[in-house]
């Protein structure tokens, strides 16, 4: 990141919620399965809560105040989603009420996600991208 998007990621930072300090504890480091996530990253013109780059998924965590924004909130998922991610939202409550269960969750959504560029399929191979002589 940089300029204007590391400002804007700082700010994000200082004023996360209790639900984002929570998650991110258990997201951080590699704590929940072993997948690396990112907090405030930065796609397209937007910045995710938490992004998992490897399986290109990106979780939100809405509060209170979401609910008068479920329009805009919308438009985001489907720019995000057209980009490649795909988007998953829990509300604050739910992940400081019941915590393991969003966690499970989760970890759900990775092991099922399509990875990004998969191998080829068994008995395929790819094609041979090495000039020939």
Wanted: positive net charge; glycine residues 6%.
């Amino acid at each position: 990141m940089r300029g204007d998007a590391t400002l804007r990621a700082r700010d994000l930072w200082r004023r996360e919620t209790d639900a984002e300090r929570l998650l991110w504890r258990h997201l951080r480091n590699r704590h929940l399965g072993g997948w690396k996530f990112r907090r405030q990253h930065p796609i397209g013109r937007f910045f995710a809560d938490f992004a998992c780059a490897e399986r290109r998924l990106v979780i939100e965590l809405d509060g209170g105040q979401h609910v008068a924004r479920a329009n805009a909130d919308g438009r985001r998922t489907r720019a995000l989603e057209e980009l490649g991610w795909k988007v998953i939202r829990y509300w604050d409550d739910d992940v400081l009420m019941r915590t393991n269960r969003v966690l499970e969750d989760i970890v759900l959504w990775l092991e099922r996600a399509p990875h990004p560029d998969p191998l080829p399929a068994r008995g395929e191979r790819e094609p041979d991208h090495r000039q020939r002589r």
